[in-house]
């Protein structure tokens, strides 16, 4: 059975850091694709980073420069560090893992496998 779960949210102010952590169980990090997405209310979820077995990655645009996505295979745990937080960051951020063939490109979440339960990070201004 596979579980990840993510730890981690919470609410800061503009500007500040919070670091997400998902750990997996049932599912081996380290020879998948693996990601976090966010879903603001309104609004679709969304791919946020994605890290390959290879430990190459992806961002949406919008996180370039702030977000560094990161896993320790020893740990069986994906990372989000998340820097310069801005309000619009604001959203439920899940963790998800899928097929290595997607990872090449941010997946859309239809190909997606498998989702942690969230973690809500809120941003004030």
């Known amino acids: 059975q596979v579980q990840l779960v993510e730890s981690g949210g919470g609410s800061v102010q503009a500007g500040g850091s919070l670091r997400l952590s998902c750990t997996a169980s049932?599912?081996?990090?380290?020879?998948?694709?693996m990601g976090w997405f966010r879903q603001a209310p309104g609004k679709e979820r969304e791919g946020v980073a994605i890290?390959?077995?290879?430990?190459?990655?992806r961002y949406i645009n919008s996180v370039k420069g702030r977000f560094t996505i990161s896993q320790d295979n020893a740990k069986n745990t994906l990372y989000l560090q998340m820097n310069s937080l801005k309000p619009e960051d604001t959203a439920m951020y899940y963790c998800a893992a899928t097929s290595r063939v997607y990872c090449y490109t941010l997946p859309s979440k239809e190909r997606i496998a498998y989702w942690g339960q969230g973690t809500q990070v809120t941003v004030s201004s």
């Open positions: 890290i390959n077995s290879n430990g190459s990655t």
């Open positions: 049932g599912y081996s990090s380290s020879s998948a694709c």
